[in-house]
C-alpha cells in the first residue's frame, strides 16, 4: 500500500516569505536562556506573506531567521523549495551570520541545489526541488534565509506551523495571508490551546503572531507532532488545481466537483472487459458476492505503479489505460475498480483519506484538498466496505492499519460524506495461543504450539506467509528472542482470507529451557511474554496515546518429568486497570502436567501526562507477571 | 537417495544449458512455469541476462563503448511484479554523455493456451533527471501479473571508454543462464577481476572474451555484514593500456604502482601536497612552543581539526583545493587530509597519504584509479605508524573513523612509490564495569557503577552520546537497563579525547531480582547482562564482520542481605574461540557476605569466517546461557 496523492505531502511543508530588514539582532547573545532549553535550534524570525492575487494566482514570500545551536538543528533549517510545472520559484538566497552577527557566508541560488524529489515510491513525478546543503565551521550560527515561490494551484494555501518540531524554540513567527473576496477564503485553528497565538484580520487580510515559544521535547507514546500542537489550515470555496476550477464550498459541492472533473471523464472502459466481469460475476445477486470477484480480477490483474505528472497528482489515470496497462496509482486503481463496480450494478464510492500507520483524520470541518491516498467504499449494512485497491494480497474489505480508524471523504456524484473507516481495536486484533509442551529430564523443552491471529496481528504476522524458511525461522527466532538457542523443527502457515485469520504451526525445541541445576525451575510464560515498558520521564510532558487495542490469550500445557513436586509456584493473577486487563491463572491438570492460562487486553485510548506513571506501573505488572517462574523439587 | 539427488542436479544444469539466449522465444512452459525450480521461493528469475560490450569510432573519430544485455525475467509471484518496473542510470554531466536505449521490450503471458505478446510503449518510459550529472531511465511494463515473462534489450553508449561498468553476476533473485562477451580492439588491454563467491567460466578467443554462469542463486541477505556488495560475484573491468599501431604504449593503469603515479601526478592531489603558502604563518604561530616531533604532530593535527569542518564529501581529489577550503574552514576528505600532510611535511615529520577504499564503496582489490574514493594520512618513523585522519573532531591520533577502516589502504610516498599498509591494526577498544551492590531482603538492590570506555568506544559515545541533553540520556539508559533508576550521574573526560571516558552513577534496581518462595534468584551481572545471541540463523553463507576488536570486562559485586546463604553459584568457564579470535571467562565466587562475578569477554578480529560461524553462534550461545544463570540464595 502506498501514499500517493504526493503533492500535498510537498505543499503542506510550510512556505514563506520575504522582505528582510536590516535591523535583525542577529548575534546570538541576545537569544533569551529560556529559548535555548532543551532546543536544537531557535527560529528567531518567521514571516510568511501569502497573497492570493487570484483564483489562478498565487505567491508566497518567505523571510526565515533561524539560529542553530548543534548539528541535531541543521535538519531545521528547511531551506527548501519545490516546483513544477505549475509552481515556480522565483528566488532563494541565504545569508550565514556567526553568533556575533558577523556575515560568514553569501548563497546565491546557483549555490543552492536543484534536484528531483526522489519520493521513494513513484516511478516518476515531476516534482523538482531546491534546497541548500550547508556545512557549518561554527555553532551556533545564524542563517537568514529569503525565498519567493509563485503558483497558480491556489487548492493548496500552506497550513500554518508556528512551531514545527520537536527541540525547537520560537522567538517571533508570523504569518499573513491577502486574499480577493470573492473567492471564499476560509481557515481552521486547531489545538490552539493557550492564548499566545494572536490572530489579526481586517477587510481581505488574515495574520496570526506568535512569540517566545518554547521548545517541545519528544517523549515515548507521544500523538503525533500535528495532533498536539497548534497549526491554522487555510482554504478557498474556489481554486484551481492544475487549470482545474475547482469548488470546496461544502462537502457535497466539492465531492460532485471532485467527480466532476476529475473522475467522470476516466470511466469508460472496453466492451470486452465489461463483458469479461460480467461473465466471471454470472448470476451471483448478492452486491458484496460480485464485489468480491471483482477485487480478486482486480488484485490478479494489475499492481502499484505510482506515476505523478500534473494534474495526475489528484486525476486518476483513464480506467481503461489500467485495464490495458496493468497498473496504475492509488487513485488508478480505487477508481478502476470504481468503474469495474459499477458495470457489474455494484455501488462504490471513490474515497480519500490520510493512509499511514499514524492515524490522522480528514478533518470535516474544514472543507478542501486533504488527504495523501485513495481507496473504495461499498455500502454495506448502513456503513461501508472499505477496498484497499493497491495491493494485490489484502484480503477483501481489510483495511489493516494504513487506513484503519480515522475518518476519509467519500465522493459520491451527487455529494460527499465523511465517514469513518474501520477499526481493529481490542477483541478485533486478537492472537490465540494454544501450546502443548513437554520439559524432559534434562530441562530441554518440546513443543507444538499454534497462533491464531485476526485483525492488525492478522496485519502484522501475514508477510511471513511468502518468505523464505530460512527467513522464517529467523524471523520466530527473533520473535521468541528469549528462548536461547531455540531449534525450529516445523513450520506450517495457513492465511485465511476468508476469515482474515493467519493461523501459524510450530514444532519446536529449547534445549536446556529448564534449570535443573537445583530442582527444577522454568518460566511458565513460554510463548508470550512483553518486556514493553514505557520509558521512565522525571517530569512528564506530554500526553499520551495508546494508537490501537489488542488481546492476546493463551492457553499452555506443560508436562514435566516425572518425581517433581511444586516447590514454589506464582499466585494467579488478576491486573485491572483503565488501560487493559490482565489474567494469568495456573491449573495442575495431572499429576505432572499444568495448564497456563494468560489473557491481556490493552485499550486503545487517549490519556492525560498525570496517567502516565500509571501506565508504566501497570505495564511493570503485567511484565513482571509475564516472567513468573515454578519451582519444582525432588520427590524424594 | 545420493543417485537420485546427483541425478535431479544434472536435470538442472541440463534444463539451464539448454536455454538459447535469444529474446523472442517464450515457451507456454515456461509461462506455465509456477515456482523457480531450485530456489522455490524466488519471487522471480532472470531467466537469461546476456550482455555484449564493443567499441567503435564515431564519425570524428572518437570512441563509443556500447554495452547491449538482453533480459528475460520470469515472475513467479506477487513480490515478483516489481520487476515489472527497471530502471538504468546514467551520466549526463560531461561534454558528452552518455546515451540510453532500449528495444524488444514486450510482457509476455499466458491467456488460456495462447501466448499473448505485449509491447511496452513510450507511455511506459520515463527519464528522470536527478541533477545535472545524472538520469534514471525507468521503464514500467505493461500488464505484468503472476507468471509473467518479461523481455528486453538495454543499451548504453558511452563515450567514457576507460570506465566500463561492472557486471553483475548475482542480484536479489537467482539468475539461470549469465553470458557477457566483450570483444575489444588489440590495441586495447584490460584488467579483469571477479569478486564474491560463484563460479564464473571465461573463455577467449583473440581480444573476444566471453563469461559465463548457470543457475546463480540470489545474493543472500545476512546481518553482521558490513557491504554485501563485497560478497557478490561481479565482474569488475577496466582499460589499462591503449596501443595504437606504430605508437608508444599508453598506460591507463597495469599495476599499482601505474594506479599511484595516476593519482600521484594529478594536479588535484599530488599538486595540493606542494602548496605550502596558505598556511605557514598559521603553522608558526601554533609552534611556536613546540619541541619533539611528537608534540608537533600533535599540536599540528589538533590544529586542523579545529579549523577544518568535513562537509561529509570523499574523494581521493580536492575539489574546491586546499586553498579555498582553508580558507572557508571546511573541505571534503582530500582537502582536509592533504592539508595535514603538507603541514605536517612543511615541519620535516615524514607524513605521506594513504589512500582507501570506505566500506561502503566495498575492498578496493584489483588496480583501478576508482578503486579508492577516501584518503587519510601515515606518519611513519622508525619504529612505528600512525595513521591520522582530520576529518573527524573525535579522533584521537592512531585511529581511523570506522568508514575507512576496511582491509588495506595503499601509502603514496613523497617521491611517487608506494606500498600497502594493513589497516586492521586496531588495538581492542575496551569497555571496564565496576560494580558494588548490596541487596536487600525484598529483592531491590542498590549499587554504584563506574564504567569506563576507550578507543572506538569512547569515539562513537563522544560522537552520539555526548551532546544530548543529560536528562535525555539517562532517561534512554535506564530504557536501556530495562528498569533501572539512576541518580548521581557523572561523566568525565568527554572532552578530553585523549582519556578514557568515566561515567559513573548510583542505582536502585528493582526489576532483576527475583523472590520465589523463600529464595531469591538472580543473574551474576544482573542488569548489565546480554539477554540474547546475535547469531540466530542455523547456516552461514558470507564471513560474520565486526565492528572492530573490543575488550569488555564486568566486575560485579553483591553484598547478600543479612540471614541468607548462598545455596547455588554458575559454574566458572572458560572458553576460547578459534585460536584466540574470540574469548569468554566466567567466574562466580562468594566471601564474607560478597558474591564477586568477573567476566572477561574479548573479540580479536575484524571479521570471523563462514566456515567457522557454527563455532562462534555456539560461543555465544555458552555467554548467553552462563550470564543468565541463576544464583540462588536461601534463608539461613
Known sequence: MKLIMRKFLLLNLFFTLTCFSQDLKLSTLLIPKELTENANSIVRKQNIEINILSQKLMQINKLKVITVLNSKGLSNIDAIEYYDGSTKVKSIEAIIYNSLGVELKKIKRKDFIDQSVADGFSVYNDNRMIYLDYTPTEYPFTLVYNSEVETSNTAFIPTWYPIDDYYESVQESSISIKYLPNLGFKFKERNFTDDKIKRIESSQQISYQVDNYLAKKHEELSPSFIKNNPSVLFGLDFFNLEGHQGNAKNWNEFSSWIYNS?????????????????????????????????????????????????????????????????????????????????????????????GGNSKQNILEDFVAMQGNHAILSIPYNKGFI???????????????????????????????????TADYN?????????????????????????????????????????????????????????????????????????????????????????????????????????????????????????????LDEDEVEIEIPNGYIVDAKPSDIVITDKFGVYKMELKSIADNKLLYKRSYLLNKGSYAKEEYENFRSFSEQVSRADNAKIIFKRNL | MRIFILFSILLISNYAFSQKLELGKVTVEELKQKNHPIESNASATIIFKNGISSFRTTGNGEWVLDTKIDYKIKVYNKEGLEQGNQSFAFYTGGTSNEKISISDAFTYNLVGDKIEKIKLKSEGEFVEKINDNWSIKKLSFPAVNEGSIIEFSVTKSSPYITHIDDFYFQTNIPIDNLKYTLQFPEYFKFNTIITGYEQIKHEHTGSKHIYTATNVPAIKDEDHVINKINYTTILKLELSSISYPGEIQKNLSLTWDDVVKNIFENQNFGGELKKKDYFDEDLKTILVDAKSNKEKIVLIYDFVKSKMTWNENYGIYTNDGVRKAYKQNSGNVAEINLMLVAMLRSVGIEANPIIISTRSNGVAIFPNRTAYNYVAVVVEDQESLLFLDATEKKLLPGMLPLRALNWVGRVIRDNGSSYTEDLYKVQPSKETNIVLASLEENGVMKGKIRKQITDYYAYLFRNSKANINREMYLESLEKEYHGLEISDY?????????KPIVEEFSFVDKGNVEIIGNKIYMMPITFLTIKENPFKAETRKYPVDFNFPAR?????????????????????????????????????????????????????????????????????????????????????
Not at chain 1, 460475476?281 to 468480491?292: F, H, L, Q, R, S
Not at chain 1, 477485487?295 to 485495464?323: C, H, N
Not at chain 2, 557523572?490 to 572532552?495: I, Y
Open chain 2, 490 to 498: 557523572k561523566v568525565d573526560n568527554v572532552n578530553d579525547i585523549y
Open chain 1, 426 to 550: 481490542e477483541e478485533k486484533s486478537k492472537q490465540i495461543v494454544k501450546a502443548n509442551c513437554k520439559i524432559n529430564e534434562n530441562g530441554d523443552l518440546i513443543a507444538r504450539l499454534n497462533y491464531k491471529s485476526s485483525g492488525i496481528q492478522y496485519n502484522q504476522k501475514s508477510q511471513i506467509e511468502t518468505k523464505s524458511k530460512e527467513t522464517q525461522e529467523l524471523h520466530y527466532k527473533e520473535l521468541l528472542n528469549w528462548l536461547n538457542a531455540l531449534k525450529i523443527n516445523s513450520i506450517a502457515i495457513k492465511n485465511d482470507k476468508e476469515s482474515i485469520e493467519f493461523i501459524e504451526d510450530l514444532d519446536i525445541i529449547v534445549p536446556a529451557y529448564a534449570s535443573i541445576s537445583n530442582g527444577l525451575m522454568f518460566n511458565l510464560n513460554v510463548f508470550n511474554r512483553t518486556s514493553f515498558i514505557p520509558q521512565r520521564y522525571r517530569t512528564r510532558l506530554n500526553s499520551f496515546e495508546i494508537d490501537t487495542g489488542f
Open chain 2, 552 to 636: 569488555d570486562s564486568y566486575n560485579f559485586s553483591i553484598k547478600i542481605p543479612a540471614g541468607y546463604k548462598v545455596e547455588f553459584l554458575p559454574e566458572p568457564v572458560s572458553v576460547n574461540l578459534i585460536e584466540n579470535l574470540g574469548n569468554f571467562k566466567f567466574n562466580v565466587s562468594y566471601a564474607n557476605n560478597q558474591i564477586q562475578t568477573v567476566v572477561n569477554y574479548e573479540i580479536n578480529t575484524f571479521m570471523i569466517s563462514e566456515q567457522d560461524y557454527g563455532a562462534l553462534k555456539q560461543f555465544y550461545e555458552i555467554i548467553v546461557n552462563k550470564l543468565n544463570e541463576k544464583i540462588i540464595l536461601s534463608k539461613i
Open chain 1, 386 to 420: 472499505s477496498l484497499e485497491c493497491t495491493s494485490q494480497t489484502s484480503p477483501f474489505g481489510f483495511n489493516g492499519n494504513f487506513t484503519d480508524d480515522r475518518f476519509a471523504l467519500v465522493v459520491k456524484p451527487n455529494g460527499g460524506e465523511i465517514v469513518k
Open chain 1, 262 to 354: 476529475l473522475l467522470k471523464d476516466t470511466e469508460a472502459l472496453p466492451e470486452m472487459t465489461i463483458s469479461k466481469i460480467k461473465s466471471l460475476v454470472g448470476t451471483e445477486k448478492d452486491p458484496i458476492e460480485k464485489a468480491k470477484i471483482v477485487y480478486k480480477f482486480v488484485q490478479e490483474k494489475t499492481r502499484y505503479v505510482s506515476i505523478q505528472m500534473g494534474i495526475g497528482g489528484w486525476k486518476p489515470m483513464l480506467a481503461s489505460d489500467v485495464d490495458r496497462l496493468g497498473y496504475g496509482d492509488c487513485k488508478a486503481l480505487s477508481n478502476y475498480t470504481r468503474v469495474l463496480l459499477n458495470s457489474v450494478g455494484v455501488e462504490a464510492y471513490y474515497t480519500i483519506i490520510y
